[in-house]
């Protein structure tokens, strides 16, 4: 009836895996909770998490994470702790801010699902467990770069789109009183 082999279960269970551990591989820097679902995104007064490596004093790079607070024409400004950074476009090297949480963990878990209900395809395993494997790593690098904006690949101007004043900052804004978000 069923042609499962223990070679092809062996087979099978390594490459759900890979492939589960592929999606841990796809992580931003945020902490752990940070960074609202899609959903909440558009609801939340909050701008996205920027990690920014720019050249410091000395010329050493440096790196600075932190919310993405406004993006002028000449500068970054985020915000980490209580502190709120302004990085000149000048030194700043590379940039990614993220808005949300694209799901890529549930997406992988979805996936790994699918990727062992193979085992009951029998001898039709052989086709049906390289599309799981191939649609599921695509579906997944895909999705985990929805939310990301990067620069220098895209626009300066593109990191507005995460940031909490995308019209840059207010003039009347006093700057002492920014509060980081509460996880």
């Not at 694209?102 to 599309?131: D, E, R, Y």
């Not at 895909?142 to 990191?159: E, F, I």
Request: glycine content about 10%; charged content about 15%; aromatic content about 10%.
């Amino acid at each position: 009836m069923w042609n499962i082999r223990p070679s092809n279960i062996r087979y099978e269970a390594l490459i759900a895996a890979c492939c589960l551990l592929l999606t841990g591989c796809v992580t931003t820097s945020a902490p752990r909770g940070w960074l609202p679902a899609a959903e909440e995104a558009r609801r939340e007064a909050f701008g996205g998490w920027a990690q920014v490596t720019y050249e410091g004093a000395s010329g050493l790079m440096r790196t600075q994470v932190g919310e993405l607070i406004a993006v002028a024409p000449d500068t970054l400004f985020i915000l980490f702790g209580q502190n709120l950074y302004a990085i000149p476009r000048s030194l700043t090297l590379e940039a990614q801010v993220v808005g949300y949480d694209a799901g890529v963990k549930k997406m992988g878990a979805w996936f790994g699902l699918g990727q062992v209900s193979t085992l009951t395809h029998g001898f039709v395993l052989i086709l049906t467990a390289p599309v799981w494997a191939v649609g599921g790593v695509l579906a997944t690098v895909k999705q985990s770069r929805l939310p990301a904006v990067l620069y220098p690949g895209k626009d300066w101007t593109a990191l507005r789109v995460h940031a909490r004043f995308p019209q840059g900052l207010p003039p009347s804004l006093d700057r002492s009183m920014l509060r980081p978000k509460q996880r």
